[in-house]
């Protein structure tokens, strides 16, 4: 089992930045590759960003973030990060990071959820 808990949420202007923070416990963090997601209200969760099981690893990121979010990870920390600059009122929605096997944008490929933490971005 891996146990995963985000934080850095809140709520930030148009073109505010913000770091959303993944704390892994449980068995081997580096052995998981990590995403993250979002979910906004009425909507699907979608991809946001993942990366390989190596610190400094692959990287993938959808379309609209790309420029924007950078996903990184500590493996000492077992800690994955999501830091979004430039953020705008589309960019709201619960945020969730996960942990799998690959890194993957399909949702079904990861087998550990966090609990979410909201981000609100304000026009």
């Known amino acids: 089992q891996v146990q995963l808990v985000e934080s850095g949420g809140g709520l930030v202007q148009a073109g505010g930045s913000l770091r959303l923070s993944c704390a892994a416990s449980?068995?081997?963090?580096?052995?998981?590759?990590m995403g993250w997601f979002r979910q906004a209200p009425g909507k699907e969760r979608e991809f946001v960003a993942a990366?390989?099981?190596?610190?400094?690893?692959?990287?993938y990121y959808a379309d609209s973030v790309k420029g924007r979010f950078a996903i990184s990870r500590d493996n000492a920390k077992k800690t994955v990060y999501l830091q979004m600059n430039s953020l705008k009122p589309e960019d709201t929605a619960v945020y969730y990071c996960?942990?799998?096997?690959?890194?993957?944008?399909?949702?079904?490929?990861?087998?550990?959820w966090g609990q979410g933490t909201q981000v609100t971005v304000s026009s």
């Open positions: 996960a942990a799998g096997g690959i890194a993957t944008t399909g949702i079904g490929s990861y087998d550990y």
């Open positions: 449980g068995r081997t963090f580096s052995n998981y590759a």
């Open positions: 990366i390989s099981w190596r610190s400094g690893g692959s990287t």
